[in-house]
């Protein structure tokens, strides 16, 4: 079973950093897409960022320009350095795996982003 760990979450206020890491138990490049996704008090669960097998990511229109996805193969870990926060960015941060038609999640780690 894919384990998928979160870590990095925390209070910050805005305009502040983060930056959120998410550790796979498999080869992190086994995977055909590795995405963060947040979920907000009282609202559905959404992309946030995605990277691909081949290295390309793709973002929300929301953070764009303030995120970024990046992989690491040798550790097996894919992060999100989050710059420029705001407190609409407040929610808790899901790593999300797809591999041949399955879907992993981790446990999500919550990102508090103050006024």
């Known amino acids: 079973q894919v384990q998928l760990v979160e870590s990095g979450g925390g209070l910050v206020q805005a305009g502040g950093s983060l930056r959120l890491s998410c550790a796979a138990s498999?080869?992190?490049?086994?995977?055909?897409?590795v995405a963060w996704y947040r979920q907000a008090p009282g609202r559905q669960r959404v992309l946030v960022a995605i990277?691909?097998?081949?290295?390309?990511?793709n973002y929300v229109e929301s953070v764009k320009g303030r995120f970024t996805m990046s992989r690491d193969n040798a550790n097996n870990a894919v992060y999100l350095q989050m710059d420029s926060l705001k407190p609409e960015d407040t929610a808790v941060y899901f790593c999300?795996?797809?591999?041949?038609?399955?879907?992993?999640w981790g446990q999500g780690t919550q990102v508090t982003v103050s006024s």
């Open positions: 999300n795996s797809e591999r041949s038609w399955r879907t992993y």
């Open positions: 498999e080869s992190i490049s086994s995977f055909n897409t």
């Open positions: 990277i691909t097998r081949a290295g390309i990511t």
